[in-house]
């Protein structure tokens, strides 16, 4: 029995090219008539999972066919405004590119005499080119509709044939002036969906498109810090402050990170060259007012937030700064001086000046009364004001529980 093995082996593999030939020959007849084609590519596409099957061009050009005429009926439907799924036509196409690129990918292999035939790249790649702006276009559609994972998909795959040999010839980095821009919107759907490696893909080629540079390293630096990747984030804000100082993200966590870290003298570098570039920048004006309050440097604390209150007066910190500034002088002073009439006197004077732009804080930032209770509490106390701290203890009193 095991001598008539190698005479079945061979009676079978002509049986199964015969039934290979078979089921390519019932694809073309479907693809010819223009009926099941979704079938036909099936069919074609179960016979390339067998890797023997790989290198056979009839699979391939059958299936790409079956998927060209699908493209086709689909855009006429569109074209003749019939009912059809846009979404349906975008992934066809889509489809087409990944058959393509993957057959591209099997000609440029040397037969077993080490040769390469490379018959179908130019031809392909020509009608590819036409098109390839419907994979731009499903991006923009799918991200208009908030659909992220697919809205990159497709700007991936549109950008990713720069990369394509089966596209070498047309050079689409140099020649496809929209890349840039394709570029940022897959960083963008990758960072609205929380996907760092997403992000940086395309993030070079996505820096080109400068008219979005303060959003491109806002989101880079957003998904720097969620991946704990903490000296390229700093360096990103150090890059987001240099390109824009004003923008409200740099800046303010540069500032924050150089605080938490104890690197007073590297945040003020940052504050002072703000500064420089603007020098009524409420925020730039809040940053030093409090570097020099926490600095115990209250005089200039003092001037710095006067000319912040002056270009904006909205901002409750300031007067909290302001406050703080005439408080903590009062407790410094109170702790070292010795008791006498004239030290009491600049005691309470200090304390007067501080009142009413600890009040004022209060008025607007009523919720943190962690910060101005026990200002107020001391204030009014030394100051004797007995109504108002009767009131400001009984909060005190609550804030203990």
């Not at 360096?235 to 605080?259: K, M, V």
């Not at 703080?324 to 002088?329: D, I, K, V």
């Amino acid at each position: 029995m095991k001598r008539l093995l190698p005479f079945f082996l061979i009676f079978l593999l002509p049986l199964s090219v015969m039934a290979q030939k078979k089921v390519i020959a019932q694809a073309q007849t479907l693809v010819k008539s223009g009926k099941d084609l979704a079938r036909a590519e099936k069919m074609m596409s179960d016979l390339l999972k067998d890797s023997a099957n790989q290198r056979n061009e009839k699979i391939w050009l059958t299936m790409q066919e079956a998927v060209k005429k699908q493209y086709e009926q689909g855009n006429e439907k569109l074209y003749l405004k019939q009912k059809y799924d846009t979404a349906s036509l975008f992934s066809t196409a889509r489809k087409l590119f990944l058959i393509c690129e993957a057959f591209d990918s099997i000609e440029v292999m040397p037969d077993k005499k080490g040769r390469v035939n490379i018959r179908h790249r130019e031809k392909n790649a020509e009608w590819l080119r036409t098109l390839r702006p419907n994979l731009y276009n499903a991006g923009t559609f799918f991200l208009k509709k908030l659909d992220y994972a697919n809205s990159w998909t497709y700007y991936d795959t549109y950008l990713d044939c720069a990369w394509q040999p089966l596209f070498s010839a047309h050079n689409y980095l140099e020649n496809d002036s929209i890349m840039p821009s394709a570029a940022y919107w897959a960083l963008y759907a990758g960072y609205k969906l929380r996907m760092p490696e997403r992000v940086m893909k395309y993030r070079e080629l996505a820096e080109k498109d400068s008219v979005h540079m303060d959003n491109i390293l806002q989101y880079v630096a957003e998904m720097q810090l969620q991946s704990n990747d903490t000296a390229a984030y700093v360096g990103t804000l150090i890059r987001g402050f240099e390109h824009t100082p004003s923008h409200h993200f740099f800046f303010p966590r540069l500032i924050d990170y150089f605080n938490s870290k104890a690197m007073t003298d590297s945040a003020n570098v940052f504050i002072d060259n703000a500064l420089a570039s603007d020098s009524t920048n409420s925020l730039f004006l809040f940053a030093k007012s409090s570097a020099l309050l926490n600095a115990g440097q209250y005089t200039q604390c003092i001037s710095t937030t006067s000319k912040l209150l002056a270009v904006n007066d909205s901002l409750p910190e300031a007067w909290c700064n302001m406050g703080l500034a005439y408080y903590n002088q009062a407790v410094e002073l109170e702790r070292t001086m010795q008791r006498t009439r004239k030290k009491r006197k600049a005691v309470n004077a200090l304390y007067e000046q501080s009142r009413p732009y600890m009040e004022r804080f209060r008025s607007m930032a009523p919720n943190q009364q962690s910060k101005w209770v026990p200002a107020l509490y001391t204030i009014y106390l030394n100051l004797n004001m007995g109504r108002e701290f009767e009131e400001i203890d009984s909060l005190r009193e609550k804030l203990r529980q």
